[in-house]
């Protein structure tokens, strides 16, 4: 059975840096694509990045791009999510998910991490 075992969020101020992780427990990584999403106070979750089996990196933010970066460890069987220059409006939980391929569409993903939240505050 594979498991999504997140890590990494927390308070940081606007301008901050955070690196959330996301270890795939069970299967190796190299079979799976990780897609990570958010889902803020009231909003609806929303796709923010994946990388796929194959090492392929998709941005389905606009917002995000520039600030943060997706990457795996294969060694580790950790996925990576880089977030620089956090603003208020990142604040939300943050969610990796596995599929065989990326998709912004949260449906399409098999299986989930417990989610972590992310609070950009002064």
């Known amino acids: 059975q594979l498991q999504l075992v997140e890590s990494g969020g927390g308070l940081v101020q606007p301008g901050g840096s955070l690196r959330l992780s996301c270890e795939v427990v069970g299967l190796t990584l190299d079979r799976y694509s990780i897609g990570w999403f958010r889902q803020a106070p009231g909003k609806e979750r929303e796709a923010v990045l994946c990388i796929g089996n194959s090492g392929t990196k998709v941005n389905y933010l606009d917002s995000v791009k520039g600030r943060f970066a997706v990457s795996r460890d294969k060694a580790k069987n950790t996925a990576y999510l880089q977030m620089n220059n956090l603003k208020p409006e990142d604040t939300a939980v943050y969610s990796c998910?596995?599929?065989?391929?990326?998709?912004?569409?949260?449906?399409?993903?098999?299986?989930w991490g417990q989610g972590t939240q992310v609070t950009v505050s002064s």
């Open positions: 998910a596995a599929k065989w391929y990326c998709s912004r569409d949260e449906s399409e993903f098999d299986y």
